[in-house]
Nanobody, 115 residues
Framework: VQLQASGGGLVQAGESLTLSCTPSINIDSIIYMAWFRQAPGEQRTMVASITRGGATAYAESVKGRFTISRDNAKNSLFLQMNSLKPEDTADYYC??????????WGQGTLVTVSS
């Protein structure tokens, strides 16, 4: 599975961005999708995840500010990020696990939040 991520950019603190990730297969075949992020010099960590059934999970640092969703009609995964903070600055990656257990990563999309 190939994942195409987009939507990163430069914003000021308090503003919003929406990231998108489009898989090369029918998203309904993907049982788990998630957004991870990695800041310079730090490990890659999970930001938010969603199952095919719609169950979601969030890192404590983004709860109440970020919303993960998947849209079968648009065949895409989204991450709505509100009230962005400078500490949200990172490369954001989407990840998928398909119905055959295949694990895929998209290329990073850079989010930069200025103070």
């Amino acid at each position: 599975v190939q994942l195409q991520a987009s939507g990163g950019g430069l914003v000021q603190a308090g503003e919003s961005l929406t990231l998108s990730c489009t898989p090369s297969i029918n998203i309904d075949s993907i049982i788990y999708m998630a957004w991870f992020r990695q800041a310079p010099g730090e490990q890659r960590t999970m930001v938010a995840s969603i199952t095919r059934g719609g169950a979601t999970a969030y890192a404590e640092s983004v709860k109440g500010r970020f919303t993960i969703s998947r849209d079968n009609a648009k065949n895409s995964l989204f991450l709505q990020m509100n009230s962005l903070k400078p500490e949200d600055t990172a490369d954001y990656y989407c990840r998928s696990v398909d119905h055959e257990g295949g694990n895929s990563w998209g290329q990073g999309t850079l989010v930069t939040v200025s103070s």
